[in-house]
C-alpha cells in the first residue's frame, strides 16, 4: 500500500519518460527567455556541425560531426545561456556594490547576463568599475612580477577553454615559473586520469561511437546521462531497442536510465510512448561500486571454475599482470562484507557476473558517482581489471568510457594542464622555446586552495569556472579568496568567485563558444577533444556580446606580455593566426602531427589510444590489475544513524551555473533546497516527506551544517542521501578526498539528518 502523503510545495511525482515533448517545450522556453529569437533557429542549427561551433554542453562525441542536427535539451539551454541578448553594464555595476551583489543567488547573478567590459575591484566605492584592457594587464603584470615567488600563484583552468587557450595558458604559467595548476578536472575526473595509466597505461576511455554498434553489454556506474550527457541518451536508446542489456548501477532512480522518449523519434513522439532503457537497474548504495565490482568478479571466478572458459586467461597470460595477486584478495573478500557495503546481494551480484560471462564485447560507461569518492581512483581501477578478465579492450564493441565533463576538460590535460608535467614535455619546451620551465611539481585544486587558506599563495589566475564555488567547504574557501593580493577572472559571466574579491581584482571578458572570433589573419577556429579522444575544429559565427570581448587566447597572450617582458614567445604573431598556436602544440605534444591540415576534415582526428591497439604504456608494458583493499571507503565513521551524502546536478544546472529551478524528472520544481530520502531511513528518524531538516557533517573537526532543507521521500538506496551541488558543499569538508588523486569525496559525505532547530 503507497503511503498517504501530505502535499509539499514544488514537489510532485514525476510519471512520464524523460526526453520527449517536455524536452521541445524546456527548449523553448530557454530560447524565449534568453535570447534574441531571430538569431536563435540558426545558432542552435551550427551546434557540432562542420562550420559551426562545439557544443558547450557536454563531452559526448557527434557521430563524425556532421550528420543532421541532433536535438538536445540541455546543448540547447548552454547555448542560449551563452547566447542571451541580457548585458552587464558598467552603468549596472555603478549601481550595485560588490556586498550587495554578494547577497544574491548563483541563479541571480549569472542571470544579469553576459559580462561587456574589462572591470577592476574599486575598493573606495565597493563596486566594479570598467578599465582598458591595457591598464588592467599592466597592473597584473607589476603585481605578479613583484611576487617573491612564482609559486604563491596559482594558474586554474576550467574545462571550456580549448587546447589554444589552454596550451598559451600552461606555456605563460611555465615561463613565469610554476606548476601550479589546479583545474576542473581535480574535482571530476582526477580518479580516471590518475587510475587509468596505472592499469592500462593511459588515463582516457578506449572506445569510440562505433564501438557502442557492437557491445552485447553496457554496464553503466554512476552517471545520470538524460541530464549531462543527453546526446548518450540517442545512442543508448538505439542499443535498448536492439535489445542489448544496459545494467544499471545507482543509487537513485534516474528517469532517463529508466524511460526514455527520443525526441529524434518521430513515431515516440506522436504516439507519446518511450523505450525502457536498463535491463536491470540496481540502487547500489552511495560508495558501495567498489564491493559490487568485488562481488561481480568474485562470481566470474567462481563461474570460471565451474564452467571454464569464462576468465579470458591467454589475454591475461599475453597482456597483463598482476592477476593472480588480485585473484587471491577477491577470493579472501567476504560476501558478507561485499552485501553489507554494497547493499547489493550475492545472487544479483552473480546475476551480473553471469550475464557478462555471456557477453564477447563490453563497455563499462562511469560518471562522478565513481569518480568522486574518497577510493575513487581504487574503483576505477577495479572498472579496468573487471574488463581485463575478459579481454574487453583492443576489440570493436569492448572498453572503457568515462563520460568526461566538461566539453574540452580532455584536450586541456593533452595540451599540458597538469600540475605533474612529465620530463619530457618540459624538455621539449625548453627545446622549442629556449626558456627552463619548472621542474617541482605543483598544485593541484584542493592543494591550490588549502595554500591560499594558509597563506601560503597570493594570487589566483582563473581561465573560466568559478573556483570557490566548485570547490567544497565555502566557509574555508570564501574567506581565502579574499584574503588573495590578486585575482584575476577570464570569465563570460558573473559569478560568485569573481565577487570574492581580493585586494585587487579584475574581470576579463571573452568571447563563448558561439561568437565570431577575427584576428589579423581572419576569422579564427579553435580545437577541442571530446570523450572519445576526437579532436575537431569549433567557430563561432554569432556577434560578439560586445565590442570589447576578446578572446581567452588573445586575453592570455596581453597577460603573457606585460607579465613578462622578455618573454621567449612571440606572443602577438600566435595570436594573429591560431593555425600557428596549433603548429607549437604540434612541435611540443605527442599525437598532433600535421594538426592544421588533419582537423580541416569534418570530424577531425583520433588521438593514439595504445590500448586499443593492445599496446600497454604502462611501466611493465603489461596491463596492470590492482588489489583495492577490503572494500570500505576511507571515512572512519560507523554508527547506524550516519548516511551517506550524495551532492548532485538538477536537470536546469550546468555545474555551478543554475539555468532555471527545476528539477523536472526527480519531480522537483521551482527550489533546490531539498534532501532526497529513502522511506526507511526517514521512518527511522521519524521524519515524514516535507519536514524540514538540518544536515551535519561527522567526518570533521569543525561543525558542518546546512539547516532547514526540506527532506523529501524518494526512490534512493537505503542509507544514502541526495541534495544538490553547490548549496551542499558547505557539508563537503576541504579535507575529504581521495588520497591517490586529490579529487573531493563531493559523493560520500557522512552525516546525520535530524529535526530542524529552525523549523
Ligand atoms: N546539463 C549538464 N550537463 C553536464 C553538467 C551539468 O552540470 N549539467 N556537468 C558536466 C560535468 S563537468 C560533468 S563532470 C558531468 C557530470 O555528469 P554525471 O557523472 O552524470 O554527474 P552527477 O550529476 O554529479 O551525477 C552522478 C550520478 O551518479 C550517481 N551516484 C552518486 N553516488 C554514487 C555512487 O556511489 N555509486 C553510483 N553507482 N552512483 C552514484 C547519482 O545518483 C547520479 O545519478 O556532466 C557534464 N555535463
Ligand atoms: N558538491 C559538488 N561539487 C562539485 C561537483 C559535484 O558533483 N558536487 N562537481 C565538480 C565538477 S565535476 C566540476 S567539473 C567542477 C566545475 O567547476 P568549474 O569548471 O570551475 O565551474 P563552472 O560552473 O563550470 O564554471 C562556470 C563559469 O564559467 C564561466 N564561463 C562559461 N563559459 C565560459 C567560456 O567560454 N570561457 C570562459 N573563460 N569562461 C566561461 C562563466 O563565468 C561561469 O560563471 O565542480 C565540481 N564541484
Ligand atoms: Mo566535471
Known amino acids: 500500500m503507497p503511503k498517504k502523503r501530505r502535499a509539499v510545495p514544488g514537489v510532485r511525482s514525476y510519471d512520464g519518460p524523460a526526453g520527449g515533448w517536455g524536452a521541445l517545450k524546456a527548449t523553448a522556453i530557454s530560447v524565449r527567455t534568453q535570447m534574441d ?4 533557429p540558426a545558432t542552435l542549427l551550427r551546434t557540432n556541425q562542420p562550420d559551426g561551433f562545439d557544443c558547450p554542453g557536454c563531452a559526448w562525441p557527434d557521430k563524425e560531426h556532421h550528420s543532421t542536427f541532433q536535438f538536445c535539451e540541455n546543448g540547447a539551454k548552454a547555448v542560449t545561456w551563452e547566447a542571451t541578448s541580457k548585458r552587464v553594464t558598467p552603468e549596472f555595476l555603478a549601481q550595485h556594490t560588490v556586498s550587495s551583489l554578494l547577497q544574491k543567488t548563483d541563479f541571480e547573478l549569472e542571470g544579469y547576463g553576459r559580462l561587456t567590459h574589462p572591470l577592476a575591484y574599486d575598493p573606495g566605492t565597493d563596486t566594479l568599475r570598467a578599465v582598458e584592457w591595457d591598464e588592467a594587464f599592466n597592473r597584473i603584470g607589476e603585481i605578479l612580477r613583484g ?7 596559482e ?8 587546447n589554444e587557450a589552454a596550451w598559451l595558458f600552461q606555456l605563460f604559467a611555465r615561463e613565469y615559473g610554476t606548476n601550479n595548476f589546479p583545474d576542473c578536472s581535480n574535482m571530476c575526473h582526477e580518479a580516471t586520469s590518475v587510475g587509468l595509466p596505472r592499469s592500462i597505461g593511459i588515463g582516457k576511455g578506449t572506445v569510440s561511437l562505433d564501438d557502442f554498434d557492437d557491445a552485447q553489454l553496457i554496464i553503466s556506474i554512476g552517471h545520470n546521462p538524460g541530464t549531462n550527457h543527453p546526446r548518450m541518451m540517442g545512442t543508448l536508446h538505439e542499443l535498448a531497442r536492439r535489445n542489448v542489456p544496459i545494467i544499471v548501477f545507482n543509487p537513485l ?13 518521430v513515431i515516440e513522439m506522436a504516439t507519446y510512448s518511450s523505450t525502457d532503457i536498463a535491463s536491470t537497474y540496481y540502487q547500489v548504495k552511495a560508495g558501495g561500486d567498489a564491493a559490487a565490482l568485488k562481488g561481480i568478479m568474485k ?4 563461474l570460471d571454475e565451474q564452467q571454464g572458459d569464462i576468465i579470458d586467461h591467454d589475454f591475461i597470460a599475453t597482456h597483463t599482470q598482476g592477476f593472480d595477486l588480485s585473484a587471491a584478495d577477491l577470493a579472501a573478500t567476504g560476501w558478507q562484507d561485499i552485501e553489507n557495503e554494497s547493499g547489493l546481494t550475492r545472487q544479483q551480484l552473480a546475476a551480473v557476473a553471469a550475464a557478462y560471462a555471456k557477453s564477447s564485447a563490453t563497455i563499462v560507461t562511469y560518471g562522478m558517482g565513481v569518480t568522486q569518492h574518497n577510493k575513487g581512483t581504487a574503483t576505477v581501477r577495479l572498472i579496468a581489471d573487471l574488463l581485463l578478465m575478459r579481454g574487453n579492450f583492443g576489440k570493436p564493441g569492448a572498453g572503457i568510457c568515462p ?15 597538469t600540475e605533474k608535467p612529465s620530463k619530457a614535455f618540459l624538455a621539449q619546451l625548453e627545446k622549442v622555446f629556449g626558456f627552463v620551465p619548472p621542474e617541482q611539481h605543483g598544485h593541484d585544486a584542493v592543494k591550490a586552495m588549502q595554500s591560499m587558506v594558509d597563506g601560503t599563495s597570493r594570487a589566483l589566475i582563473c581561465l573560466g569556472g568559478n573556483f570557490a564555488v566548485a570547490l567544497p567547504d565555502p566557509e574555508k574557501c570564501f574567506p581565502a579568496m579574499k584574503a588573495l593580493e590578486l585575482s584575476v577572472h577570464i570569465g563570460t ?16 571578458p571573452c568571447l563563448g563558444r558561439t561568437e565570431l572570433d577575427t584576428q589579423a589573419s581572419g576569422r579564427q577556429a579553435v580545437t577541442v577533444e571530446d570523450s572519445m579522444s576526437m579532436v575537431h575544429a569549433s567557430s563561432g559565427k554569432l556577434k560578439p556580446a560586445s565590442p570589447l570581448l576578446r578572446s581567452e587566447p588573445a586575453i592570455i597572450a596581453g597577460l603573457a606580455s606585460a607579465v613578462l617582458p622578455e618573454t621567449k614567445v612571440p606572443w602577438a604573431e600566435l595570436i594573429a593566426d591560431y593555425s600557428r598556436i596549433r603548429d607549437l602544440i604540434e612541435k611540443t605534444v605527442p599525437g598532433f602531427d600535421n594538426y592544421n591540415q588533419r582537423i580541416a576534415t569534418p570530424g577531425g582526428f583520433r588521438m593514439p589510444l595504445p590500448p586499443t591497439e593492445l599496446k600497454w604504456p604502462t611501466d611493465s608494458g603489461k596491463a596492470m590489475f590492482s588489489v583495492f583493499n577490503g572494500v570500505h571507503e576511507d571515512a572512519d565513521v560507523q554508527g547506524d544513524d550516519v548516511l551517506r551524502l550524495i551532492t548532485l546536478r538538477s536537470h536546469d544546472q550546468y555545474n555551478t551555473t543554475v539555468y532555471a529551478m527545476d528539477d523536472r524528472y526527480r519531480g522537483v520544481f521551482g527550489r533546490r533546497d531539498i534532501l532526497f ?9 521519524g521524519l515524514e516527506h516535507g519536514d524540514r531538516v538540518d544536515i551535519e557533517t561527522v567526518v570533521s573537526g569543525r561543525k558542518l551544517r546546512l539547516e532547514n532543507i526540506t527532506v523529501i521521500a524518494y526512490n534512493i538506496a537505503p542509507g544514502s542521501v541526495g541534495a544538490y551541488y553547490p548549496e551542499a558543499n558547505i557539508l563537503v569538508p576541504l579535507d575529504y578526498i581521495d588520497k591517490e588523486s586529490g579529487t573531493p569525496s563531493y559523493k560520500s559525505v557522512p552525516v546525520r539528518v535530524v529535526h530542524s532547530a529552525s523549523a
Not at 147 to 153: G, K
Not at 155 to 162: D, E, I, V
Not at 403 to 417: D, F, P
Not at 677 to 685: F, H, P, Q
Request: a positive charge; proline letters at 3%.
Open 155 to 162: 594558474f586554474y583552468t576550467s574545462g571550456r577553454a580549448s
Open 299 to 302: 562470481a566470474l571466478l567462481v
Open 403 to 417: 563520460l568526461r565533463g566538461h566539453s574540452n576538460v580532455q584536450g586541456n590535460r593533452t595540451v599540458g594542464i
Open 253 to 265: 532512480r534516474e528517469r532517463a536510465l529508466e524511460r526514455f522518449a527520443d525526441p529524434q523519434n
Open 677 to 685: 530520502m529513502n522511506d526507511v531511513d526517514l521512518d527511522k528518524r
Open 493 to 508: 559571466k558573473l559569478n560568485r568567485s569573481h565577487l570574492l574579491v581580493a585586494r585587487e581584482s579584475y574581470i576579463l
Open 37 to 40: 529569437t531571430l538569431e536563435a
Open 147 to 153: 611576487m617573491l615567488s612564482p609559486d604563491q600563484v
